[in-house]
Nanobody, 125 residues
Framework: QVQLTESGGGSVQAGGSVKLSCVAS????????MAWFRQAPGKEREGVAA??????YYADSVKGRFTISRDTAAKQLYLQMNSVQPADTAMYYC????????????????????WGQGTQVTVSS
């Protein structure tokens, strides 16, 4: 069963940038669904971005600021976060569905069964 490990979180000032990484313990097909979620204190977990068969999908709150990408050979998933805001403060989780292929939008709406432990991002104003 594939294991996911996130890294790259930390403290950043509003308007700054941070890049999250997620490494998988085994190869995941480049067409398979992968995504980033986040959970802020006292709030439910929410989808941030997803990547599928050649396409990506973003939550409205991060569209134009965040970019999801993958390096299949390196077994890595990334989330480039630009122009971060205090509202972006949360624990960020990487998720995968290794056997599900679909568009970015389809992947965004899917139920994930592989999760990392999370990495904290704190944005100060």
């Amino acid at each position: 069963q594939v294991q996911l490990t996130e890294s790259g979180g930390g403290s950043v000032q509003a308007g700054g940038s941070v890049k999250l990484s997620c490494v998988a313990s085994e190869y995941i097909d480049s067409r398979s669904c992968m995504a980033w979620f986040r959970q802020a204190p006292g709030k439910e977990r929410e989808g941030v971005a997803a990547i599928g068969t050649g396409t990506t999908y973003y939550a409205d709150s991060v569209k134009g600021r965040f970019t999801i990408s993958r390096d299949t050979a390196a077994k890595q998933l990334y989330l480039q976060m630009n122009s971060v805001q205090p509202a972006d403060t949360a624990m960020y989780y990487c998720a995968a569905l290794p056997h599900l292929l679909g568009s970015g939008g389809y992947c965004f709406r899917s139920e994930y069964d592989r999760w990392g432990q999370g990495t904290q991002v704190t944005v100060s104003s």
